[in-house]
T-cell receptor, first 114, second 115 residues
Framework: LAKTTQPISMDSYEGQEVNITCSHN???????ITWYQQFPSQGPRFIIQ???TKVTNEVASLFIPADRKSSTLSLPRVSLSDTAVYYC???????????????FGKGTKLSVKP | EPEVTQTPSHQVTQMGQEVILRCVPI?????FYWYRQILGQKVEFLVS????????KSEIFDDQFSVERPDGSNFTLKIRSTKLEDSAMYFC?????????????FGSGTRLTVV
């Protein structure tokens, strides 16, 4: 699985757009990019996933440049409840049924202030 | 939205005792996982389970750990003889397929405290 690098922490204010960038220089052809969110004392929650260009859902947008060596999670107009740790994970499309374990890094701790 | 349910939410046990953590995965999911997170540290993979057998396990998942799917709905993690360093949040997860692009659904976790 490709190694990922993301900022340890970020601060923002309510109503701002937050962009968290993740570097994955060794991403492989079959790798997808997935972001999870974790609140204190809760399990990680799947946010968004993409392979290339841009993906958008009701929660966030994911921007992936053509070389796919990085990705940016964009959270529009954050609120206090978006304070959480955000994890970027890169993994193979086809685990073949024997390698499905997600490898979490330290993530980015986002603090949203009023 | 379907949920992964874990019980108990908190468990305190004495060192050396056996504990069983329980999970009810999402009903149509076929792949099941246990992760743990020691306070302030990363979420760590323990084991994956499919078709009534372990698919993969990490170095953490030693002989003290075992998993079982005793019936069609429950998925359990047993720690045979707990140690102080087993204190952590334990998360169960399930997925439709063993592929990262399906996304995993995690439960809210069991906080295990070994005293």
């Amino acid at each position: 699985l490709a190694k990922t690098t993301q900022p340890i922490s970020m601060d923002s204010y309510e109503g701002q757009e937050v962009n968290i960038t993740c570097s994955h220089n060794n991403i492989a052809t079959n790798d997808y990019i997935t972001w999870y969110q974790q609140f204190p004392s809760q399990g990680p929650r799947f946010i968004i996933q993409g392979y290339k260009t841009k993906v958008t859902n009701e929660v966030a947008s994911l921007f992936i440049p053509a070389d796919r060596k990085s990705s940016t999670l964009s959270l529009p107009r954050v609120s206090l409840s978006d304070t959480a740790v955000y994890y970027c994970l890169v993994g193979d499309l086809n685990y073949g049924g024997s390698q499905g374990n997600l490898i979490f890094g330290k993530g980015t701790k986002l603090s949203v202030k009023p | 939205e379907p949920e992964v349910t874990q019980t108990p939410s908190h468990q305190v046990t004495q060192m050396g005792q056996e504990v069983i953590l329980r999970c009810v995965p999402i009903s149509n999911h076929l792949y099941f996982y246990w992760y743990r997170q020691i306070l302030g540290q990363k979420v760590e993979f323990l084991v994956s389970f499919y078709n009534n057998e372990i698919s993969e396990k990490s170095e953490i998942f030693d002989d003290q750990f075992s998993v079982e799917r005793p019936d069609g709905s429950n998925f359990t993690l047993k720690i045979r003889s707990t140690k102080l360093e087993d204190s952590a949040m334990y998360f169960c997860a399930s997925s439709e397929a063993d592929r990262v692009n399906y996304g995993y659904t995690f439960g809210s976790g069991t906080r295990l405290t070994v005293v």
